[in-house]
């Protein structure tokens, strides 16, 4: 048990609309990062926030943006989805200072 | 650009063999190597963390190593149970102001009885 939860669990959307999936993270944590994990794939990173600001960015395209809260909740928004965004999406935060990061269940996203 | 390779792809073995996955990076600049495990469907569980300072960590019947020069990781199972089955991935981080990882493809194992 990381103390990251994601929401939600599963989602399907058509081709064309936007998403939003949701993070949680433990309380202290100010770093959260993105990934990508298609199916039978590496996760690849997509962005990092720390408090409140992107902090790095992976080679994803602008219509994958995020929100960090000061809650240490977060936000990824994907507009004009695509079929190759189908995908499992994790969330991982830290602590301030610290390098080991702590992985959410994922958000698996179905485009059809 | 770090490049990260895990080697095999796959592996399956009776219970109670010892195991050796292996993870090799291109960028010798890598700051922490980090394992990972992985079920079908799930999130990511962190197993062992190796920062910069350290050669290896243990927990349990898990051992990791880092060699920096060689760009090399591994990671050793002992007397491996059906219920070590899952998806192994490394991680390599760079020494950058942010701690994006990067992952291999993973191995996935399978120990049967």
């Known amino acids: 048990e990381t103390g990251v939860t994601q929401s939600p669990t599963h989602l399907i959307k058509t081709r064309g609309q936007q998403v939003t999936l949701r993070c949680s993270s433990q309380?202290?944590?100010?770093?959260v990062s993105w990934y990508q994990q298609a199916l039978g794939q590496g996760p690849q990173f997509i962005f990092q926030?720390?408090?409140?600001?992107?902090?790095g960015r992976g080679n994803f395209p602008p219509r994958f943006s995020g929100l960090q809260f000061p809650n240490y909740s977060s936000e990824l928004n994907v507009n004009a989805l695509e079929l190759d965004d189908s995908a499992l999406y994790l969330c991982?935060?830290?602590?301030?200072?610290?390098?080991?990061?702590?992985f959410g269940p994922g958000t698996r996203l179905t485009v059809t | 650009k770090q490049e990260v390779t895990q080697i095999p792809a796959a592996l399956s073995v009776p219970e109670g063999e010892n195991l050796v996955l292996n993870c090799s990076f291109t960028?010798?600049?890598?700051?922490?190597l980090q394992w990972f495990r992985q079920d079908p469907g799930k999130g990511l569980t962190s197993l062992l963390l190796?920062?910069?300072?350290?050669r290896e960590q243990t927990s349990g019947r898990l051992n990791a190593s880092l060699d920096k020069s060689s760009g090399r990781s591994t990671l050793y199972i002992a007397a491996s149970q059906p219920g070590d089955s899952a998806t192994y991935l490394c991680?390599?981080?760079?020494?950058?102001?942010?701690?994006?990882?990067?992952f291999g493809q993973g191995t996935i194992l399978t120990v049967h009885p």
């Open positions: 960028d010798s600049a890598i700051y922490n």
């Open positions: 926030y720390y408090r409140e600001e992107e902090n």
């Open positions: 309380s202290g944590h100010n770093t």
């Open positions: 991680a390599g981080q760079g020494g950058t102001s942010y701690g994006k990882l990067t």
């Open positions: 190796i920062q910069s300072s350290q």
């Open positions: 991982a935060s830290s602590f301030d200072g610290s390098y080991e990061q702590y």
